[in-house]
Structure formats: C-alpha cells, structure tokens
Nanobody
Framework: QVHLVESGGGVVQAGGSLRLSCAASGLTFGRGGMGWFRQAPGREREFVARIRWSLGATDYADSVKGRFTISRDNAKNTLYLQMDSLKPEDTAVYSC???????WGQGTQVTVSS
C-alpha cells in the first residue's frame, strides 16, 4: 500500500517562496508518475503539476507555470514542489498523488498573505 506524507507548508507573504515535500512509501519510483494538487476552501481539488518518471517530463497548470517547479529524488522516494512568487490565490491545501492514483495523504496547508 502506498503511503504519502506531505510537508513544508506554512504562512508566507505574497512574493515569497515555499518548498513542499512528499515522502512516498510502498511505491516503486520509475513507474507512471506523480503530481501535486491543491484544494482551496469551497473549491474542487485542482491539478498543479506532474512529473513522469520516464525522461522526467513535467506539466504545469497555467496558473502556476513559470512560478512553480516540480522535481523528485528517486533515491529518497520524495517528490518536491518549489513555489516562488507566491500569490494570495495560491492559498490552499496541497497534496501529492501517484499515477495511477493512491490513497490521499493529509496534505499541507499553504497560506499566502497579501
């Protein structure tokens, strides 16, 4: 069973940066891929970024393109999301997941103040 644990969230002022981590256990890195998602209060969970193991190809939502960077460390079974130039509209609970999907972790809260 895959177990996902997110960390690194916090409160930051607009324009600031945060780096999120997702520790994955029970997962064979190298198959499929992983991604970051977020859910703001009163809104549906939305896609943020993903990375495929083969060639490390990445995709980003238009709203974060150029500001967020997804990466992974296969040796540590850890996924990262570097978030720069944060905006108040980035405020949400951020979660990671695999492709194909696994049970969701608890997520990590990111709050960006204006």
């Amino acid at each position: 069973q895959v177990h996902l644990v997110e960390s690194g969230g916090g409160v930051v002022q607009a324009g600031g940066s945060l780096r999120l981590s997702c520790a994955a256990s029970g997962l064979t890195f190298g198959r499929g891929g992983m991604g970051w998602f977020r859910q703001a209060p009163g809104r549906e969970r939305e896609f943020v970024a993903r990375i495929r193991w083969s060639l490390g190809a990445t995709d980003y939502a238009d709203s974060v393109k150029g500001r967020f960077t997804i990466s992974r460390d296969n040796a540590k079974n850890t996924l990262y999301l570097q978030m720069d130039s944060l905006k108040p509209e980035d405020t949400a609970v951020y979660s990671c997941n695999t492709n194909p999907p696994s049970p969701w972790g608890q997520g990590t809260q990111v709050t960006v103040s204006s």
